[in-house]
C-alpha cells in the first residue's frame, strides 16, 4: 500500500480521513452517545498496544450491531493524521483519540436500517513526557458517584457521564484517583482506570460483567502477569479486600501501570507494582509500531 500523503499543517481534528473541526449536530454520536472510542498513546512516532486497541474496536462493533471498518483504510487515515501533527508540531510524543459514531439517520432512538459510520480523530499533545520514567505513587479516594450496572459492561461506549462526575469530585478532593463502586457496592474501577490488588502473588481485578469497561491496558496486562508469576483472576471484589491487599494499581491507556501508597487510611508499599510497571513498558517498547511502518 502506498503511503498516504500528509496535509502541511499540523491539524488536530479528522473526520473519516480529512482533516475537520466541525461534524452535523444530527449525528447520533451527539444526539445519543451511540457510538464508542478508544484511546492511544503514541510515543517516539510509536504506536503502543495497536493489537488491543484494535480488538476493542472490533469487539465493540459487534456489541453495538457497527460494521466493522476497513483496517487498512483505517490505518491509513491514522498514519496520515499523526504524521501531520508531529511533523508539524515537531514532536515526537502525543496521545490519539479515535471515536465510532453510527453516523446521522434513523428515527429518535431507532438506528437506520443501514449504518454509515462516521470515524472521528482528536490528537492532543502527551501527558508523559517520558514513558520511562516511574510513575509517582498516588493516594486514592473513595467516589460518592457510582458505576451504573448495565448491559453494554466492558465497552467503553460515549455515554461517559459517571466518570466525568467521579474524576470532577475526587481531583476537587484532593486525590490522583478514585475508585468506584457500583449499586451492588462490588469495586469496579478507577475514575480512568482499571484497578488490580496484589495478595500473595496473586492480582486480582474486577469482573466487568456488571460494570465498567475493560481497558486495552488491563486486556494485555491479563496475559503479561502469568508470565511474571502470578495468579490472575478476575473476582466480585469489596472494598474490605483493597484495604486487606498487599499492593495496589491502576492501568491506563496513556498513563500505564500506575502504583498506589496511599487508599484513604491504608498505605501500601509499591515493590511488586514497580516491577509489573517496568515489564508492561519492555512489552510496549518491544511490542510499538513505528508510525511510518504501520501501512
Same mark, same amino acid.
Given at each position: 500500500m502506498a503511503s498516504p500523503s500528509v496535509v502541511s499543517l499540523p491539524v488536530d481534528t479528522w473526520v473519516n480521513g480529512e482533516p475537520h473541526s466541525t461534524m452535523s449536530i444530527h449525528d447520533r454520536g451527539l444526539q445519543y452517545g451511540d457510538g464508542f472510542f478508544t484511546t492511544i498513546l503514541i510515543n517516539n512516532q510509536q504506536i503502543l498496544n495497536w493489537s488491543a486497541h484494535w480488538q476493542r474496536i472490533k469487539h465493540s462493533c459487534k456489541a453495538l450491531n457497527f460494521p466493522v471498518p476497513d483496517s487498512e483504510q483505517l490505518k491509513g487515515w491514522i498514519v496520515k493524521a499523526l504524521l501531520s501533527y508531529l511533523n508539524g508540531k515537531q514532536e515526537q510524543n502525543c496521545v490519539l483519540k479515535i471515536l465510532f459514531t453510527r453516523g446521522v439517520g434513523g428515527v429518535s432512538y431507532q438506528a437506520p436500517n443501514r449504518t454509515k459510520l462516521n470515524c472521528l480523530f482528536i490528537i492532543k499533545p502527551s501527558p508523559i513526557a517520558n514513558i520511562e520514567i516511574e510513575n509517582q505513587p498516588m493516594e486514592v479516594g473513595l467516589c460518592k458517584h457510582l458505576a451504573s450496572i448495565s448491559g453494554l459492561a466492558g465497552i467503553k461506549s460515549l455515554n461517559r457521564l459517571e466518570n466525568v462526575l467521579a474524576r470532577t469530585e475526587i481531583v476537587t478532593n484532593g486525590f490522583s484517583e478514585g475508585i468506584m463502586c457500583n449499586h451492588n457496592q462490588q469495586v469496579v474501577c478507577g475514575t480512568q482506570s482499571n484497578v488490580f490488588i496484589i495478595k500473595n502473588k496473586r492480582v486480582l481485578t474486577s469482573k466487568l460483567d456488571l460494570s465498567g469497561v475493560e481497558g486495552t491496558t488491563r486486556y494485555r496486562l491479563m496475559s503479561l502477569l502469568p508470565d511474571l508469576?502470578?495468579?490472575?483472576?478476575?473476582?466480585?471484589?469489596?472494598?474490605?479486600?483493597?484495604?486487606?491487599?498487599?499492593?495496589?494499581?491502576?492501568?491506563? %491507556?496513556?498513563?500505564?501501570? $500506575?502504583?498506589? /501508597?496511599?487508599?484513604?487510611?491504608? *498505605? @501500601?508499599?509499591?515493590?511488586?507494582?514497580?516491577?509489573?510497571?517496568? %515489564?508492561?513498558?519492555?512489552? $510496549?517498547?518491544? /511490542?510499538?509500531?513505528?508510525?511510518? *511502518? @504501520?501501512?
Open positions: 508469576g502470578y495468579q490472575v483472576e478476575e473476582a466480585e471484589l469489596t472494598l474490605e479486600q483493597f484495604h486487606q491487599a498487599d499492593e495496589l494499581f491502576f492501568s491506563n %491507556a496513556v498513563r500505564g501501570v $500506575q502504583p498506589v /501508597n496511599k487508599f484513604l487510611n491504608t *498505605e @501500601f508499599c509499591c515493590e511488586q507494582t514497580k516491577s509489573i510497571h517496568q %515489564a508492561w513498558l519492555n512489552w $510496549q517498547l518491544k /511490542n510499538a509500531i513505528n508510525i511510518k *511502518e @504501520f501501512v
